[in-house]
């Protein structure tokens, strides 16, 4: 007897995990002929932080956009859960990066973390008491319940992010795909996304985040992608993120970071 | 003097003909400017205006086609019907040719507004030829005659205004996260391609039905014009909305009243002139982000800086010389402030008893002065602490302006930051030479 959730459009002898919170089947994206993503295939397996690391322009963003219908595919296939993306829709969250929002619009911190309810909601009903109670929850988490009747062009880089993050608590999903939840924010916000992370992955949930810090990589997360229009590797962070498939990943680009790591290295010495 | 009875009777609805058709303009204001804030904060305000320069070719086609069945062209239901069809054909597209050869959108609505306009333009030529046309008043299309609005006219574009209110705010919740963050939108399932297709069609009955009120060349200011006017009063959605609308109706309220009184002056533009001053007075007063506010807040801060730049370099020259005074010629030689300025900020600190002068171009602090000093000079000193060792923090989270550290930076770190100092609580020396400050 098959089970409920088996997905039949798979093809036959595949290896993918059904059991895979993400699983992701030669993908291909393409702007304007040109592609971005070629033949991606992967697997993130259910309760784990995995980060999506790679070079600029290796199609990092381009990769979760496409997981969430964001983006026309050339070619491919996504399966969240084994299902794909509508069917499950409401068990995941997305954050998209910061500088895609105008923070000048006239909106306060709660009403944008209350955002995160309407996928519940659906489009008729308004928010209502038990929607702030859960945003101000979420507010809480990433420490910002002072500046919840805020106007959002009040905050700073980190706080914004923080807001972003604090949207996606709301969902309450199980899968969180987060696009450069990293990318410059100060020290104590992501102290304060890193805890979040933790108690994401203690609560069961998958988080797939788009990385641009690689020696924070084996610290944060467990399961790593490289990618550069491909996947060069993917796995647990001891199997995947070896010199010689960080230096496919990066070519040329990785001697030049550590040649600026030993240059910085020495800098501090010499202080 | 009789104007002038006339007038208010006329603004407080005494006379029966005219309260109808006011109250229908004020109709249309109101949920063209709830409408419009939609359209500003989805960034789509000349994108009405190209809709409603192509509703011409709509309205004259639908003339000559009724013309042609022989219904004399006057039905102002067909007429509006063939606005609303030209309007809905431009708004889809102005995405679809963007789609389809990659220009930009500025670009695709010159375009669009230009050959529609263009060739509603050369339709009306043709229909005003024909027998019939000239009566017809296609021409109050262009420039809109208020006047001219019969009760039911009016009866008509107020229903339908207010249909168009209910949904604006039924699905106000929907069309506020199109407008902030159309990718959550579609990442929770929200079909952006639809709702942007409902704003526009709300655009589209509003510019419909405003047609005859303000004319199609001005009735983009009926939704641009109040919307833009409230975003200086409130950082708020709900209550930009509701600004919004109030501005529109209070505005199509004054203007209609002001050309049932004279017949002769262009109805739209005395609507929009109406709207452009309430524009212009927001401009200059609204409370959020006004002019006066904006001015006012730049010289307090010029004012709060002056002061604690006085505070340190009048510490740090006293530290230097060992007396318990300073001079006016050692404190000017600190900063690159000019004599004018400092005297100034001097008399300013005067006056809130923080400076005490003691004659010959000589200053002393007061209790508070002195105690206000120390607490400027630590936390001057910790921030510059603060960026030497924390270089990779965001420089964002340096905010000179606190009046404690802690509150921005958190005690912990502060204690560390102390710690370094090895001064304990005491005020921490410059971590570079006195003199030399940045």
Redesign the interface.
Known sequence: MPLPHQPTSLPPGDEHDLSAALSIHDLTVAY?RRPVLWDVDLDVPTGCLAAIVGPNGAGKSTLI?AC???MPRVSGEVRMFGSPW?AV??R???V?QRE???WD????VL??VA?GT??RLG??R??GKAQKCAAMEALERVELTELAHR?I?QL???QQQRVFLA?ALV?NADLYLMDEPFA?????TEQAIVAVLRSLREAGATVVVVHHDLQTVAEYFEHVILLNMRVVATGSIASAMTAKNLRATYGGRLTLLEQAATALGQLAKDR | MLATINFFDVLFLGEWNTRVVVLGAAMLGLAGGVVGTFLVLRKRALLGDTVSHAMLPGVVGAFLVMQAMGGGGKSLLGLFVGAALAGILAAWAVPALRRSTGLKDDAIMGVVLGSGFGLGIAMLGIAQGLPGGNQAGLESFIYGRTASMIQADAIAIGVTAAATLLIAIIFAKEFRLLCFDESFGRAIGRREGLLDLGLMFLAVVITVVGLQAVGLILVIALLIIPAASARFWTDSFTSMAALAGGIGAVGCWIGASISALAPKLPAGSIIVLTLALMFIVSMVCGVKRGAVRRVVRAARLKVRTGRQHLLRAAAESMELSGEDYWTFDNVLQARGWSPRNLRSIHHRAARSGEVVPIGSGRYRFSDCGYEASEQVLRNHRLWELFLIRHADIAASHVDRDADLVEHVLGADLVAELEQALERGDETPSSPHPIGHTL
Request: aromatic share 10%.
């Open positions: 304007d956009k969430l219908d964001l509508r829709r409401q995941v969250a997305y998209p895609t929002v105008d619009f006239p909106v306060s009403d944008v955002m309407y996928g489009w008729l308004p928010v106007q062009s700073s880089g980190g949207r969902q410059s924010v100060d020290a104590a």
